[in-house]
Every structure is written in C-alpha cells, then in structure tokens.
C-alpha cells in the first residue's frame, strides 16, 4: 500500500494530455517489440501511447482487421462505436471512423457527441438486433475501463452485444500486427466528411469541428428510457430516498443525469466534473490514479459523503463496474454485494425462469455458492472474463452473471437480455430498489446473509513467477496438484476447467469444505495470482494462502 493511497492527487501526479495525444500520432510501433504488439486480453488491447503501444497505427490495423472480421462473418449492419473519457479515445475514435468510412461501414456515433458508456454500446446493438433487421449490427467500445489517464483502450463487441471471444479477437490481433508489419499498407482511410451521409442518420459534427461521415444514435436516450423495464423505478420513487452517483469522471456523467430527470428521482451526480487527466481522483492503492470504484483508496473523496446519501454510488470511466456505498457499511465488497444482489434479484422477479441459473466466475466469493443452495438455483461458474456469460444472458438460461472485480449484469423484468456486457449503472441502481423494497440496505443484507451462512474471509495476493513459469501454470492440469489436504481439511476438487461450462480456466482451484484458492498467472507483470477465501476466518485464510503457494510452486517444479 502506497502511503498517498486515499489521498488528493498532486500536480506531480497528473499525465501531460498534449504529450499523450502527440505520442498517439507521432510514434510507430515496431510489432517485433512484443510490448508494442496489438494484444487482445479480457477486455480489448490496452497501452499507452507513451509506451508505443496504444498508437494511430495501432487503432487503423485493429479498425482494418475488425472490418475484415465482419465481413468475413457476414456482419452487415451498422457498427455502434462510443468512446469513454479518457484522453486516447477520442483521437482513437478519429481514427476508426477514417477506416470505416473507407471501407464503407455504416458507423453509428452518439447524437449529442457524448461519452458512450460501455453497457450503453451493448444495449445498442441487443436493441437494433432484437428488433427485426435484414441485418445484424455490432460494435466498438474505445475504453481502457478503470485504468489510469495515459491508457487506452479498444475493444470490438459482436452481435450478441458482448466481449468478443478469444476466436475472433486472436484473428483480429493477428490480422492486426500482419498489417503493422507490412507498413499498414492494407489499411484503407479516408478524411472524415459530411459527403454521402447514410440512410440511417444524419452526418454529425463534433464539438471540435471534426466532420464525421456517420449515422447518429441516441445512446443515452435508447438506455435511459429502457431501465424502466428492469429496475424497480417506481419502487425507488416512492420511497423518497436520496441518492448520490459518482461518474469518477466518466461516461456515465450524463446519464445520471438524464435517469433523476426522467424517472424525477432524487438523485445528485455528485461530481459531474470531466477531466482527461483526473486531477479531482484520490490516489489508488499503489499510488496511481485508477478510477476503479471497488478501490477504497480511489473511493475515498466518495466515501467521505457517505452520510449525506442513503445510497451513493460510483461507477469507473466507461461505467462497466459499480461501486456501492451505504451509511451504515461504508464502500461494499463488491463480493459482498453480488451475494446480496443475487439473494434479492432470485425472489422479486417473478418473469424469470425458475431454471434461470446463476452466474459466477470462480474467483468470486463462495458466499454466492451458499445463496445459490439456499435458493435451489444451479450455480454457474465460468472462468475470469464476462464472455463467459452472453450466451446464458442472451437465451434467458443464465439470470444473473457477475465477477469478483464489481462487474455484473442481469435479465430484464420479463427474462430477456438487457446487456451482454458488464452493467455498472444498472447495479447501482438496483442498490436503490433493493433499499426501497426492503426497506434495509444492502450492507444490512449482507450481515444477515452472514448470520446465515458464516463469515468468508477474501483476499488476492500475488507471488513471483518467471514467464516460463506462468506459462506452466497457464496450462497446468489439476491433476497435477499431489496434496490432498489445504489448511489442515481434506481437498475435495482440484480443477483446472471452470465446473459451469469445462472451459480452461488458465491456471487451477482448489477447494476443501471451508476454504478454497485459485492461481492464474498475470498477464503483465511476472507474478501469479492466488485468489483465496476461507470461512474459519482472517488467520485460518493466511494459513490457505501460505499453503497455496507452496502447492502451487510444487506443482510448477514438477
């Protein structure tokens, strides 16, 4: 923990956004470098511009390998793009309309020249495919997420809505450094003009000056006017509460907005300030600013309001993670707050099947494993990555689907897909329904549920590991894993395929009947995390954590 963690950030701290806008033009990546290479992990290619590996000759590839990918595919409907706010996404976003209008892609960018909020995008493109088209629409969502100021990122959403899978992101990484390699001469561009304008919206003009050649979509008005139909807005209303939302300099600023004055809620956006280098954050953890809103560090100016609220909330810069704040309870685990939202969610809505399952990645807390036998529910659990659950979020098959990183998402009122993305807006909005039709916060759940079920410890540490090494472990079997008891109790699984679906989980998990770890190696630094939980408490959880090491390391040298 760095000692300025929680506190206001300094001048010293902040990122030069004209150096970083410059190095996107002005610098070319040499694909033969691995760091400059187009790399698509969970969540899209993330770098810096300053690294050399977030760069205009980066995003043209991506756009050209993307637009050959659709095409491929037989993808030929409109393309929703939207961008978030930091200061790489707006030259990135440039850049991919030159490329598709030169290629001929029908783009679809925001009305009001606004910031697009990832779950935004994916209820776009859910929306224009629900409705009946000749043709299928997909997307692109410029954002690095809750990473810091000098990021970007750039991440291409199919059909079903969201996160590509590894099949097409691989080809289109592939496709992409093939054409960096070959000096881009396969990218086709041309200058943004009003000329031609598409059937299916008007041309638009940036707020600076820049023409597009673009059909336009209401994004926020599309979203907003729709959660009508999967929140409880009525419910919130009428309770009166006083709510409090925290874009942290985000895509959801606007929105926010728009949801008191539409649903005239009693809500205040309590820093509605936008600024590419987000001089207004607290530091995170590490000293960094991070706009990650299950950080207590970067949470800390949020927090310290929360008496004035009876629920205040934040969410991360392309509004795709949540963070919930009660009087009571403070900043939310954000597994604490999955198990509550499941718990509530699987007895207030009746238009959901009753084989609905629930959706967890095995990271997360196993406080979820015991709501979901408390509730006569299949438990479903996926490996890292929200992928893993479109296609039970898109047939209906799988209710709820969140992850241990404060990313969920979830069936409207009547079953269907609302998002196939992660939806931080729409979890800190069912904290208000949950406190209104309860009449208890979500803080106060979770004690119960606690009452209930025990106490889990979680924590997340990292141990050394060579490249060669988390290569090992990235492919290593559970069989592999010789000991059969962990922390004093009897091994009861070893897997190294997620239970829910038999696909790799990149490293294994080891559970007893009170405890369980799983190590899967970094994908940027040389570590491997060990994810542990343990429900005989604090200590007995560093005994689990210890132990998992040197299981883990046995395993490694065998």
């Known amino acids: 923990m760095n000692d300025r963690a929680g506190t206001a950030a300094q001048p010293s701290d902040l990122i030069d956004v004209h150096e970083l806008v410059q190095a996107y033009y002005t610098l070319?990546?040499?694909?033969?470098?691995?760091?400059q290479r187009?790399?698509?992990?969970?969540?899209?290619?993330?770098?810096?511009?300053?690294?050399?590996?977030?760069?205009?000759?980066h995003i043209a590839a991506i756009t050209q390998a993307i637009v050959e990918y659709r095409a491929s595919q037989g993808i030929t409907g409109p393309l929703f793009i939207g961008r978030d706010t930091h200061g790489l996404s707006r030259p990135a976003e440039t850049t991919a309309l030159e490329?598709?209008?030169a290629n001929g892609v029908r783009a679809l960018v925001d009305e009001f020249d606004d910031y697009v909020p990832t779950p935004a995008l994916s209820h776009a493109i859910i929306k224009y495919n629900a409705e009946g088209h000749h043709d299928q629409a997909d997307g692109i969502i410029i954002t690095p997420s809750h990473n810091p100021p000098r990021d970007g990122g750039f991440k291409y959403n199919p059909p079903h809505?969201?996160?590509?899978?590894?099949?097409?992101?691989?080809?289109?990484?592939?496709?992409?450094?093939?054409?960096?390699?070959?000096?881009?001469?396969?990218?086709?561009?041309?200058?943004?003009?009003?000329?031609?304008?598409?059937?299916?919206?008007?041309?638009?003009?940036?707020?600076?000056?820049?023409?597009?050649?673009?059909?336009?979509?209401?994004?926020?008005?599309?979203?907003?006017?729709?959660?009508?139909?999967?929140?409880?807005?009525?419910?919130?209303?009428?309770?009166?509460?006083?709510?409090?939302?925290?874009p942290l300099g985000g895509a959801s600023v606007n929105y926010w907005k728009l949801i008191a004055e539409r649903y005239e809620l009693d809500l205040t956006v309590v820093n509605p300030?936008?600024?590419?280098?987000?001089?207004?954050?607290?530091?995170?953890?590490?000293?960094?600013?991070?706009?990650?809103?299950?950080?207590?560090?970067?949470?800390?100016?949020?927090?310290?309001?929360?008496?004035?609220?009876?629920?205040?909330?934040?969410?991360?810069?392309?509004?795709?993670?949540?963070?919930?704040?009660?009087?009571?309870?403070?900043?939310?685990?954000?597994?604490?707050?999955?198990?509550?939202?499941?718990?509530?969610?699987?007895?207030?809505?009746?238009?959901?099947?009753?084989?609905?399952?629930?959706g967890k990645t095995l990271v997360s807390s196993s406080m979820i494993d015991r709501v979901s036998t408390s509730l006569g529910r299949e438990l479903w659990e996926v490996p890292v990555g929200f992928k893993w659950f479109v296609p039970g979020l898109v047939d209906g098959s799988v209710g709820f689907g969140?992850?241990?990183?404060?990313?969920?998402?979830?069936?409207?009122?009547?079953?269907?897909?609302?998002?196939?993305?992660?939806?931080?807006?729409?979890?800190?909005?069912l904290a208000s329904e949950i406190l209104a039709v309860t009449g208890k916060s979500p803080s106060v759940l979770y004690a119960e549920l606690v009452e209930e079920f025990g106490g889990p410890a979680y924590e997340r540490v990292d141990a050394a590991a060579s490249k060669e090494q988390k290569a090992r472990l990235g492919k290593l079997s559970g069989a592999a894993i010789t000991a059969t008891e962990l922390a004093g109790d009897p091994i009861t699984s070893r897997l190294s395929e997620a239970p829910g679906?038999?696909?790799?989980?990149?490293?294994?998990?080891?559970?007893?009947?009170?405890?369980?770890?799983?190590?899967?190696?970094?994908?940027?630094?040389?570590?491997?995390?060990?994810?542990?939980?343990?429900?005989?408490?604090?200590?007995?959880?560093?005994?689990?954590?210890?132990?998992?090491?040197?299981?883990?390391?046995?395993?490694?040298?065998?």
């Open 38 to 57: 187009v790399v698509f992990g969970t969540s899209g290619h993330r770098g810096s511009s300053l690294d050399t590996a977030f760069n205009e000759v």
């Open 402 to 429: 969140g992850e241990e990183s404060a990313g969920a998402s979830f069936l409207r009122k009547d079953g269907t897909a609302w998002t196939t993305d992660k939806d931080g807006i729409l979890l800190a909005l």
């Open 501 to 558: 679906n038999g696909a790799s989980i990149g490293g294994v998990k080891v559970t007893t009947e009170f405890a369980w770890f799983a190590a899967r190696p970094s994908g940027t630094e040389d570590v491997y995390k060990i994810y542990a939980e343990s429900f005989k408490g604090a200590e007995h959880l560093l005994q689990v954590q210890a132990e998992a090491k040197a299981i883990v390391d046995a395993a490694l040298a065998g």
């Open 273 to 358: 300030s936008v600024d590419p280098a987000w001089a207004f954050m607290t530091l995170d953890w590490d000293g960094k600013i991070r706009m990650d809103p299950s950080s207590k560090s970067a949470m800390a100016s949020v927090v310290a309001r929360r008496d004035e609220f009876d629920i205040l909330t934040g969410n991360d810069a392309d509004a795709d993670r949540h963070g919930i704040v009660t009087p009571d309870g403070g900043l939310m685990n954000p597994n604490h707050y999955l198990a509550v939202a499941i718990r509530y969610l699987y007895t207030h809505r009746e238009g959901w099947s009753q084989d609905a399952a629930i």
């Open 99 to 101: 490329v598709l209008e």
């Open 161 to 246: 809505g969201g996160p590509a899978d590894s099949d097409a992101t691989g080809w289109i990484a592939d496709r992409a450094n093939a054409i960096i390699a070959d000096g881009s001469r396969d990218v086709k561009r041309a200058e943004p003009s009003l000329a031609g304008t598409t059937p299916a919206g008007s041309g638009a003009s940036r707020s600076d000056g820049t023409a597009v050649l673009a059909g336009t979509y209401d994004f926020r008005g599309n979203y907003v006017n729709d959660l009508e139909n999967i929140i409880d807005i009525d419910a919130i209303r009428a309770a009166g509460l006083h709510i409090g939302a925290d």
């Open 28 to 35: 070319v990546p040499d694909v033969s470098i691995p760091e």
